[in-house]
């Protein structure tokens, strides 16, 4: 039987560090592989659906069957007799990034069945206990069953389309300067989109995929309008103004490549604001952990040993 030796141990120990380095090498390149994949899966899907929904539109043209298309169409029926919260709830939804056409109503559908859902589930649980609850306290537990099961799916939403709206923030300024050099550079305005939507896609594919859905629909919708219109209202924020700017520019004649230079140049400075903003509320959210960290280990090393002194001079007397 071998005995443990500090050269097995050390060889061991190399063995594993080695081990952890060419993992750590290797997951950010299966990383970039996984997003691009998922980028022209994406990609691939959307080309799909548009060539189908537009070869199903031909081909059942003055015909009374059901087309794709049509089906769709149904859910958007559905959300129009909702109104103006139907609406909201499906560009919340698409600034989230779920472009399901059914999930509007599955949105609207759980903020219907979650409160019902808790509202059993508390009756239950209150039921079941030892101790009897009041009718008072059963009353403002049901209630807040209620908002919490109707605001729920709402956060979750809102929160989604927050992280998104961040990424695409952060990432967006450096692809529209790029956008920049390759309009100027003489590539048209659709081979722009999906390059750019190429080379971005390893370190933002929220806006690789959101610019390659954007390429698809210029080359395959007739109406490039309708396809900036959709992508502002997806992404929101900085896209919106994007398609707004391209619409005008593409409206009124004038340059797109001027266009461009003039949001880049706007959306730095936004971007250079929104960075001193952060910088100038920094100390106030270090004021407070400040006083409660570091000034009572301040007071004891400054006056601990005085303390231990004065303790020991009068034990001494």
Known sequence: MFGITSELVIIVFSALAAAVSFIAFALPLLNRSDKKEHYRNTIEKKKKHLFEAAKEEMTNKGGNNLSAKESVATFFKVQEMLGKFGENARVKLLQAGYRNPTAPIKYLAAQICLPIFLIVFSMIIMSAGEKEVSSGMQFFILLGAVFAGF??????????????????????????????????????????????????????????????ILSA??????????????????????????????????????????????????????????AEQKAASLPPKLTVPMILFFLPALFIIILGPAGIEASNAGIGN
């Open 151 to 212: 605001f729920l799916p709402r956060i979750l939403v809102k929160n989604q389309a927050d992280k998104r709206q961040q990424d695409l923030g952060y990432a967006f300024p450096d692809a529209l300067d790029m956008m920049l050099i390759c309009v100027q550079g003489g590539i048209g305005l659709e081979q722009t989109v999906e390059r750019i939507a190429n080379e971005v896609s390893e370190h933002s594919p929220i806006l690789a995929e959101e610019l390659g």
């Open 217 to 274: 629909e210029m080359a395959m919708l007739s109406d490039r309008r309708a396809a900036l219109s959709d992508f502002g209202r997806r992404v929101g924020g900085f896209g919106k103004s994007f398609a707004t700017a391209l619409i005008q520019a593409e409206q009124y004649g004038t340059s797109v490549s001027q266009a461009l230079a003039v949001m880049a140049t706007e959306l730095r400075d936004i971007r250079m604001a929104a």
